[in-house]
C-alpha cells in the first residue's frame, strides 16, 4: 500500500484524485483548511490534517509527511487575484516543497492549471525557477502540467 499526501483534496482536481487513492487501497492524508473538510475527507476514507497552507511554516507539513511515499500538490488560490495565487501557488508551493525535502519524502508531485492562468505576470516560470532552485537534482521527481 501506498502512501500519499494530497494537499488540496477538497478541490475539483485533489478530490477526484483522493476517491481514486482511495478506490485502490492507498493510505491517504489530505490537508485542509477547515473542520467541515475534516469530515467530508474522513467520510471518505482519508485521514485529514488541518492546517492552512499559506499560515505554515515548514516544520508542521514535515512532520505530518513523514512516512509518506509522495505528496501531490493540487491546491490552488480560493480568491482571485494576483496576491491570493501567491499565497498558495507560490509561497504555499514553495512551503509544501521544502517540507517534502525536509520529510525525506521522495516524491513530489504538482499538478496545476495555475501557469497559464497567470502568463502574463510569468509566475509559472517562477514556479519552474523554485523547483530547481530548491530541488537537488534527482531528489524529489516531480510532474508539472501547465
Known sequence: MTRLCVIGATGGVGNRLIHQLVARSDDVLALHRSP????????????????DLTQLDTAQPA???RGCDTVVFTAGAPDPG??????????????ALN?????????????SAFPDAWRDQNL???????????????????????
Open 36 to 51: 467541515g473538510q475534516a469530515r467530508m475527507l474522513a467520510a471518505v476514507g482519508v485521514r485529514p490534517v488541518q492546517g
Open 99 to 111: 517540507a517534502v525535502l525536509v520529510a525525506g519524502v521522495p516524491h513530489f508531485v504538482h499538478l
Open 124 to 146: 509559472g516560470g517562477r514556479l519552474r525557477a523554485l523547483h530547481e532552485g530548491q530541488t537537488p537534482p534527482g531528489r524529489v521527481p516531480h510532474v508539472h502540467r501547465p
Open 63 to 65: 512532520g505530518r509527511l
Open 82 to 95: 494576483p496576491a491570493a495565487a501567491d499565497a498558495v501557488d507560490g509561497r504555499g508551493h514553495a512551503l
